[in-house]
């Protein structure tokens, strides 16, 4: 069973930095995607950023030039580099892992996600 761990997440102040860590765990041949998105009160989750396992990126408008994703493949792992914060990327921070593929289901991966982790961003 493949389960995603994200950790990294607390109380910062504006202007200050903090990085998060998502693992992927269990029986893994590859993984597609790696991404974080994001879920603020009231708002839709959206994404924040997304690294292929060839190492290409995409953010989120409301992200780029501050925030940094990248990838460890042999251990499946991603992480997201979060500098000059401010109070509006508050939120619940999602990992996600787009195409997974195992033993059990070596073609057409599946999708997982994380449970979360909290980053608030206050004074």
């Known amino acids: 069973q493949v389960q995603l761990v994200e950790s990294g997440g607390g109380l910062v102040q504006p202007g200050g930095s903090l990085r998060l860590s998502c693992a992927a765990s269990g029986n893994i041949f590859s993984i597609n995607v790696m991404g974080w998105y994001r879920q603020s009160s009231g708002l839709e989750r959206e994404l924040v950023a997304g690294?292929?396992?060839?190492?290409?990126?995409n953010y989120g408008d409301s992200v780029k030039g501050r925030f940094t994703i990248s990838r460890d493949n042999a251990k499946n792992t991603v992480y997201l580099q979060m500098n000059s914060l401010k109070p509006e990327d508050t939120a619940v921070y999602y990992c996600n892992a787009e195409g997974v593929t195992t033993p059990t289901r070596p073609y057409f991966g599946m999708d997982y996600w994380g449970k979360g982790t909290l980053v608030t961003v206050s004074s």
């Open positions: 690294i292929s396992s060839g190492g290409s990126t």
